[in-house]
């Protein structure tokens, strides 16, 4: 089972430390270790349940971006200024 610690501490278990904020795989000997149990029930580590594959809701549209320097606006593209707008509007 893979636990996340939301502790702000770090906790070691059978020679694996649970770093705040990180989910580590919990050894097997200690899934039913009353200490660990407790630990659930009073929030300290949560049980990251495994994600199915191929399931529909983490499927998402790509977000698309325009890069300007691909769409042709040499205006907006990084790295060039508009010196020649600037000399033309004079």
């Not at 770090?10 to 580590?24: A, C, D, N, V, Y």
């Not at 200690?30 to 495994?50: H, L």
């Given at each position: 089972?893979?636990?996340?610690?939301?502790?702000?501490?770090?906790?070691?278990?059978?020679?694996?430390?649970?770093?705040?904020?990180?989910?580590?795989?919990?050894?097997?000997?200690?899934?039913?270790?009353?200490?660990?149990?407790?630990?659930?029930?009073?929030?300290?580590?949560?049980?990251?349940?495994?994600?199915?594959?191929?399931?529909?809701?983490?499927k998402s549209d790509p977000v698309k971006t325009t890069d300007p320097a691909k769409t042709g606006d040499p205006g907006s593209a990084p790295g060039l200024d508009d010196a020649g707008?600037?000399?033309?509007?004079?």
């Amino acid at each position: 089972m893979v636990l996340k610690n939301n502790s702000s501490k770090i906790i070691g278990i059978g020679g694996i430390s649970f770093l705040p904020g990180e989910s580590t795989e919990c050894p097997k000997a200690y899934e039913k270790n009353p200490v660990v149990r407790k630990y659930m029930s009073n929030g300290i580590f949560t049980e990251i349940k495994p994600e199915k594959k191929g399931s529909s809701t983490q499927k998402s549209d790509p977000v698309k971006t325009t890069d300007p320097a691909k769409t042709g606006d040499p205006g907006s593209a990084p790295g060039l200024d508009d010196a020649g707008k600037q000399a033309d509007a004079k």
